[in-house]
């Protein structure tokens, strides 16, 4: 993986003409090496001959849909970032192409700038070496006391209990068990999960945590703590 969004090369696929080049103008823009293709075996084939450091996916193409475009990756054994670019923002399709194997989902119509801030923060995720202090396995699952995450399958249980999550809620959660033990500031998650670089919108750390403590405390001790005035910690109570 390249260190600097310079030398950062991005595969932005889609067989919309105007989408396609206005991606690829706002992301070379902001200092990405960018490459495109109009189909899924167009990028089948470009990610193997280039190796891209993430993809940028329509799901709708015009021959291979995107969900089986990420399919094939990852049974090839490429774990190249997948963020996924599409019209249906459905619950069962956003678990469907996460499941498979992506790692975020972007809806149509949307934001060139959020879109750049997600490739941005999906980037540093996939550099990042440190686990912290979460028990991962091969199979990308977290654990944290009696708190499960998977990554693969995009699922979440809690003393055994299935706990169903939006994308920004587990990928929030995910951030907080990877790092589970340290107090991360608002800023750190609005970086690292949201993608943003600013302290301005950090109200909605605040009201994300709150979907999430709904969700977990009442399966058992709560886990995510508030460090008053610094930030957030996910880490087993003394008690238990």
Known sequence: MRETATRSHVLVVDDEPNIRDLVQAALRFHGFSVDTAETGGGCLAKAHEQRPDLIVLDVLLPDVGGFEVCRQLRDAGDEVPVIYLTARDTPSDTVTGLSLGGDDYVTKPFSVEALVARVHA????????????????????????????????????????????????????????????????????????????????????????????????????????????????LRIPDSA
């Open 122 to 233: 999906l980037l540093r995720r996939a550099r990042r070496d440190d686990g912290g202090d979460a028990d991962r396995n091969d199979e990308g699952l977290l654990r944290v006391d009696d708190l499960e995450l998977n990554e693969r399958t995009w699922s979440v249980r809690r003393a055994g209990v299935p706990i169903e999550l939006s994308p920004t809620e587990f990928r929030l959660l995910a951030y907080l068990m990877t790092n589970a033990g340290r107090v991360l500031s608002r800023a750190q998650l609005l970086e690292n999960v949201w993608g943003w670089d600013y302290e301005g919108q950090s109200q909605i750390v605040e009201t994300y945590v709150s979907y999430l403590r709904r969700k977990l405390d009442p399966l058992g001790p709560a886990l995510i703590h508030t460090q008053r005035g610094v930030g957030y910690a």
